[in-house]
C-alpha cells in the first residue's frame, strides 16, 4: 500500500492509498528534526488507533522543504523497507512537461498539483492552492507546467502585520461582517479577506488575458472554501488535490521505470 506524504512549510500531511481511496489522512507540522523513528511511532500509534492494518509497501513525497526528505527517506529505508520515490529528484518522472526557465525549481506541490488538475480537470487551468503562501499554477492545453504566480498566504499576511506593528494583535482569517471595521480586529480581517478577494480576481483575470482564452479556475487547500462562501471566485474546489497528484506521479512511476 502507498504512503503518501506531502510536506508545506507549515503542515505535513500523511495519507494512505489503498488504489482507490485513501484509507486514513493525518497531519503534523512541519519539522525538520523530527527522527525517522518519530515519525513511525506517530504514525504507527495514529494507524493502531483507528484500526487500520496494512503494509507500505510504496512511498512517494512531495516536500517544499528540503531538509525533511532525510528523516523521511529513512523512514522509508528503516520502517517500510522501501525506496521513496521524491518528487522534483531526477529519478522522478512527471507525466506532464515543465515548461520555465533554465535553472528554476519549481515547488514539487506546484508540479504535484499541476498533475492533478490535468488528471481530474483537463487541461488550461488555473490552480490556485492557499497553503503557507497562495500559489497559481498555469496549466497549458496538453497538461504542461508553463509558470504561475507566488503570492503571500493568507495567514502569513495577517502574522507579518502582528509581528511588524507593535498595536496589531494576532487574529485568525474570518469573513467579516463588512468591508469597513469598526475595530482593529474587523480591520485586519478586512484588509487581508477582501484584499485577497480581489488578489484572486485581479491575478485570475489576467492570466486568462495574457493567455487569451477562457480558463478553468481549481482551488485547493484549507482556506479555499471561506473564500468561495463569498464570491464565485472557482469553477471546482477540490480538498485533497495534492494527495491525488501524489498517488497518479506514484502510479505513472511504477508503469514507465
Ligand atoms: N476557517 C479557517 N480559519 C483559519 N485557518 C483555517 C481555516 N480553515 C482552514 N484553516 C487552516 O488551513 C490550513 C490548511 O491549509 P493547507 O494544508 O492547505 O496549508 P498549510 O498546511 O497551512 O500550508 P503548507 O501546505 O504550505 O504547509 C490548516 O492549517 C488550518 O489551520
Ligand atoms: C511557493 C511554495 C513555498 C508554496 O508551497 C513552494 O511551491 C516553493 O517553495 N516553491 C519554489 C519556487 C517556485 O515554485 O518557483
Ligand atoms: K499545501
Excluded at 489576467?206 to 479556475?217: N, S, V
Excluded at 464570491?231 to 497528484?245: I, V
Aim: proline share 4%; glycine share 8%; aromatic share 8%.
Amino acid at each position: 500500500m502507498l504512503l503518501a506524504i506531502d510536506c508545506g512549510n507549515t503542515n505535513t500531511v500523511f495519507s494512505i492509498w489503498d488504489g482507490e481511496s485513501f484509507i486514513g489522512t493525518w497531519r503534523t507540522s512541519t519539522d525538520w528534526q523530527r527522527t525517522a523513528d518519530q515519525y513511525y511511532v506517530w504514525l504507527s500509534t495514529l494507524m493502531k488507533f483507528q484500526k487500520i492494518d496494512v503494509e507500505i509497501t510504496d512511498m512517494i513525497i512531495s516536500s517544499t522543504v528540503p531538509r525533511v526528505v532525510f528523516n523521511l527517506r529513512v523512514l522509508a529505508d528503516r520502517y517500510f523497507h522501501t525506496r521513496p520515490i521524491v518528487v522534483g529528484k531526477p529519478d522522478c518522472l512527471l507525466p506532464v512537461d515543465v515548461r520555465v526557465d533554465t535553472g528554476t525549481a519549481v515547488g514539487p506541490d506546484r508540479l504535484v498539483n499541476t498533475v492533478a488538475g490535468h488528471d481530474l480537470y483537463g487541461g488550461n487551468l488555473i490552480v490556485v492552492d492557499f497553503g503557507t503562501a497562495t500559489t497559481f499554477d498555469v496549466v497549458s492545453e496538453d497538461g504542461a507546467y508553463i509558470g504561475g504566480v507566488i503570492a503571500p498566504g493568507v495567514n502569513l499576511s495577517l502574522e507579518a502585520l502582528h509581528h511588524a506593528a507593535a498595536a496589531l494583535p494576532h487574529v485568525d482569517i474570518a469573513k467579516p461582517q463588512s468591508v469597513i471595521g469598526t475595530n482593529t480586529v474587523a480591520c485586519m480581517q478586512s484588509g487581508v479577506f477582501w484584499g485577497y478577494v480581489g488578489l484572486v480576481k485581479e491575478i485570475c483575470a489576467r492570466i486568462k488575458g495574457e493567455r487569451a482564452r477562457e480558463m478553468k479556475i481549481i482551488s485547493t487547500g484549507g482556506l479555499a472554501p471561506l473564500f468561495q462562501q463569498t464570491e464565485d471566485l472557482f469553477d471546482e474546489f477540490h480538498d485533497d488535490l495534492t494527495m491525488h497528484g501524489l498517488t497518479v506521479i506514484h502510479r505513472y512511476n511504477k508503469e514507465n521505470n
